[in-house]
């Protein structure tokens, strides 16, 4: 399964892969389910079906990583297995997607500081070694390209626009900021994928995302919070209450119906 | 406004077209919302994708529908107002998409017996004397015969399925069986509209409904419920207390964001 995607040359660890697998689809997943929560509940129409076609996207691409990490680990478990069979410890997504969806100031600066990161590192990543994360980045970046675009606008048009709106959106920056961390974090296992060209060193993206940002909280007239003490969990599946809550609703169905594939 | 659209030699009652465009937007944005609710929460990820798509195709036909009853009624509510802004007795859904989403069986049952009726009524309805309603619903009869082929192939699925899943479905087609009736109900108002040319009567569509309903459910091995009384009340308003909770949760934020456009 690996010969046909990654250089056989290579000395990959396949539980490396794997768990990186993980981290990608976990991500998306959880997020993606954090965005069609608001499905119903959007301030306005058109709103409610931009916020759930954001979610359809990542819940896509989580599909795509956790289908391939099945493969890899090779133990036949499929993406619906990986999605719906494993408790929280297990999951390797950022802490930034589980926290509650909010208000929706907050869920705006969540996809736009999460988007700001994830355009770049899925451009970095079109060009990966392994030819099957090259190709779901390739079809993500599009897609990250539009939510970028889209949760700038809002940010823009709530941190600029009334007293409240204003207020929101800097106390969810405020809240969200020591998440944003994480998504720069490498460990031995990371990096070992970076020195073999799999991986991207988040560290090359750090500038460009400081500069979407910059420039964002600028036209918002928002204040960038001081960066210090960050979060961590996601490497080592240490997680918040939030996600097994998440799961727990998320889980009930297909635990319900375990015959659904007859 | 409605010159435009309609054949101004007919004597059209405003209000009763305005109650028509509230009835199909209402119906489709309420079920649109109920499946929405599956968001993150379908057995399969293709089935959580799926479920989606068929809320955004709702709730964009409810868009249409809400936008033409602002016009029609010609006071400056736009499809939001009217989507968020009104209160459970000024909603004109039918009953049956009200309900709660129940489990995964009532939900693609529901989907189907609605389906089957949607599917031919837009049909007819592409032929209506008011050309705006004709084009919503030229573009709604594509969504929902994808819907129609999609149901109806869960239907038979969980019918013909396990021990469990025929008893769910067959309780689900025994509780949602007396919401039927309200599809094909008409009052003097939408008498006058159907004489008029711009909707199509009800009673010519249960032929093919009935066929539609027979075939699935034979191959489901499901058993129709006999036809006895029926629900009503989306033609006066009366509605079950499930509504009102739908409605507090949606517009829940439309009211915390009232300067949303500023």
């Keep these: 399964m690996l010969a046909a995607n990654v250089d056989e040359t290579l000395e990959i660890d396949r539980e490396a892969l794997f768990q990186l697998a993980l981290r990608l689809g976990d991500t998306s997943l959880i997020l993606g389910h954090r965005l069609s929560e608001w499905a119903g509940h959007a301030p306005i129409l058109d709103e409610d079906i931009a916020l759930s076609n954001l979610g ?29 069979m494993r408790n929280a410890p297990e999951y390797r997504n950022l802490l930034m997607v589980e926290l509650p969806r909010g208000d929706f100031a907050f869920t ?20 990966s070694r392994d030819k099957t994360l090259a190709a779901i980045a390739a079809k993500a970046e599009k897609e990250m390209a539009y939510h970028l675009r889209h949760s700038s606008q809002w940010v823009v048009r709530l941190g600029d626009g009334t007293k409240e709106s204003h207020e929101r959106t800097q106390n969810a920056l405020n809240s969200l900021w020591t998440y944003t961390g994480e998504m720069f974090e490498t460990d ?11 991986y991207c ?11 979407s ?11 960038r919070p001081e960066t210090g003490w960050m979060q961590s969990g996601a490497l080592t599946g240490r997680h918040s209450e939030h996600l097994s809550h998440l799961l727990a609703e998320m889980q009930s169905v297909q635990r319900a119906y375990p015959g659904l594939k007859w």
Excluded: C, H
């Excluded at 031995?188 to 799999?198: F, P, Q, R, T």
């Excluded at 060193?201 to 500069?211: H, L, M, Q, Y």
């Design 56 to 84: 359809l996207d990542l819940i896509g691409q989580a599909r795509s990583f956790l289908t391939y990490a099945g493969e890899v680990e090779g133990r036949g478990r499929d993406e619906d297995q990986l999605a719906y």
């Design 108 to 127: 705006m600066v969540r996809q736009f500081l999460f988007s700001a990161f994830q355009l770049p590192f899925y451009q970095q990543m079109m060009q």
């Design 188 to 198: 031995a296992s990371l990096k070992a994928l970076i020195e073999a060209g799999i």
């Design 201 to 211: 060193d988040p560290a090359s993206i750090r500038e460009t995302w400081n500069k």
């Design 213 to 223: 940002v910059d420039d964002v909280l600028q036209q918002a007239t928002l204040t």
